[in-house]
């Protein structure tokens, strides 16, 4: 797993506090589009601390989807509309697979 956003400079016991007050990993969407094939990916995995929003971390990938994702049919417009959903609604929630990879159940 690479580096995760968001945990500079946290030792574990801090990690474990965030998390059990409502900390959480995300990441969020994006699509591209290139004439007949579109791409939806997912930006690296960020850590949100209890409390924090995630609006102003999602603008980049939603501003990449708004700018070019539209464009590839019928995908698209689709995969456009998903991948805004997903970052207007705080990102997906990836806290359990981030913390089974950290405890070696998972690669």
Do not use: C, H
Request: charged share 15%; aromatic share 12%; net charge neutral.
């Amino acid at each position: 797993m690479g580096a995760i956003v968001g945990l500079e400079g946290m030792s574990n016991e801090d990690l474990a506090r965030e998390l059990d007050r409502g900390g959480k990993f995300v990441v969020f969407q994006y699509t591209i589009s290139v004439i007949l094939m579109t791409f939806k990916r997912t930006s690296s995995v960020r850590f949100v601390r209890a409390g924090e929003g995630t609006f102003a971390a999602s603008l980049p990938y939603s501003a990449l989807t708004v700018l070019f994702g539209w464009w590839g049919i019928p995908w698209g417009p689709i995969y456009s509309v998903m991948s805004l959903f997903t970052n207007l609604s705080g990102g997906k929630n990836v806290t359990g697979e981030v913390l089974a990879a950290m405890q070696g159940g998972g690669e």
